[in-house]
């Protein structure tokens, strides 16, 4: 009964030392079979040190140790499987080994075979968790295993066998006892944390079907405002923000007096999450970086939102306490990120597939505008008497024209091939007009292969004769140019008309003011932008000398993946 109760003090030792190991994040991913080999090596390190602290513990008796070593390694061996008990056993084992005794190499060899036998019952209860009387079976079949290797390996016999008298039974039942705790409390805990992290799930999921019609919108401030506060709502959060790049869309909660929609981001953690497209964990107001004096967050959350692989801009989870971000909270704003990320993007792809359609629409007005045919046919009847040669160069140009407006506007063409497009179209416009209109063409050799959006540069060109040199009785002129400049292709359409109003462009490339004669110019902007990002698009500004100049670029590391795109 003494060598009972002293080997119960040990085991508990063990067990407590296995109830903080539990609480590991790595020791969990092992158990749901998710750990790299690094982080295997190091709990079978972990579970041999363990058995190593058990011989130790143990207790002397007869020139041997009374102990509570097998039950790590067999812990690490249901748990982990054949190769992490077996190899933990044998750490724990060498080490009985060289300490010495007359049982040294038998109480090496059975902590080995016990590990490697935890492992293979592990193996039975793969697909479902392994029940504690099972555990409690197998511990005490795994020490009257020890026992009899006692026997047969330790001499002299004798001594063997008055040892085994002493401690078979006490040590079979303690730690058979010990493992079956073990595996009641790391199951407790999986399931604990499989809970929690159910919980966050549901309340993901829940804030993304709350969420799907607002950011099915895109991201702007009203659907950023809807989210954010259906964020607020569920999760309990002192404050919600979501950005788009370092302009604050939406903040609500705490800090919402000074955290304003319209303003650039206030915190140096959403700068670093960014500029690195990594979440970012801030436990105080210090690592937060907000410079008003009374702001009240003292902990957050920064998740990147992404689209098409770029950073668009954050999800901010924030606490007014310090230290209030834990793995849970981690979990659920990394989760909301990637779904945030996944709706914005669908919302992407419904935006240019309605740009599509809105571009075929307006390329089939095109094909048969009444007024540019009608216009074009007239021109050409009375040329046919005077210059029957020059009436039929204008027939080819009008049927090119229109061959081209055939074309799918989503699929790319070369610069060349858009320029030749534009000599088309202005060869008939300068026909009607004569020496009202005036054409310079200017393409560098080495971007005329850039790629673009078909009909991408007539309705600039369009644009510029109609409304900016035709209202002018004199007329003048457009001038088109194609520079490479900084590794990009920078085309730009100018005229010296009589200009645009700046304040109408904005509205109208934001969408607000477009309608049936200015929707090519809005779908050119847009489709640009979708193609390449944000930062591309049409650039609108006056020139010093009258008229309006419009450019845009096209990046050179897109064209390979627009090739790959187009081919896919």
Known sequence: MPLFI???????????????????????????????????LLLILVFGLLGIFGSYAGIPIQDALANSRVIAPMVGGLFGGPLVGFLAGLIAGGHRFFMGGFTALACGVSTTVEGLLGGLVARAYR????????AFAAGFVAEALQMLIILALARPFTAAWSLVKVIAWPMMLVNASGIALAVIIIQSVLREQELAGAVQAQKA???ANKTLPYLRQGLN???????????????????????SGDEILAHV??????????????????RQALDTGKIQVAQTGAEIGCHHQDCPLRAAVIVPLESRGKVIGTLKLYHTRANAVGPLDLE?????????????????IDRQEQLVAKAEIRALQSQINPHFLFNALNTIMSICRLDPEKARQLLGYLGDFFRRNLQHPERPVTLATEIEHVRSYLAIEKARFGSRLEVTIDVEPGVAHYLLPALTLQPLVEN???????????????????????????ITVSDNGVGIDLNKVTGLLAGNQANSNNVGLFNVHERLRLLYGPEYGLRFSLNPGGGTRVEFSLPRQSQAAFKEGVAS
Do not use: Y
Not at 253 to 270: C, E, I, P, W, Y
């Open 127 to 134: 697909q479902r968790p392994l029940p504690w009387p099972v």
């Open 205 to 207: 999921l829940k804030i």
């Open 464 to 490: 510029a004769v109609k409304h900016g040199l035709l209202p002018r009785r004199e007329g003048g002129q457009v001038t088109i140019t194609a520079r490479e400049v900084n590794g990009e292709a920078r």
């Open 332 to 348: 659920l704003a990394a989760g909301l990120g990637h779904l945030f990320s996944t709706q914005l993007e669908l919302a992407e």
């Open 221 to 243: 401030a009203d659907s950023a405002r809807q989210a954010a506060a259906i964020i607020m709502e569920i999760t309990g959060l002192e404050a919600v923000a979501i950005t």
């Open 6 to 40: 002293s080997l119960v003090e040990r085991m508990s030792v063990v067990i407590t030392l296995a109830f903080i190991l539990s609480r590991s994040r790595t020791f969990r991913k092992l158990l749901q079979e998710q750990a790299s080999s690094h982080q295997k």
């Open 253 to 270: 909660g705490a800090g919402s007096d000074h955290h304003r929609q319209g303003q650039k981001v206030l915190t140096n953690a959403t």
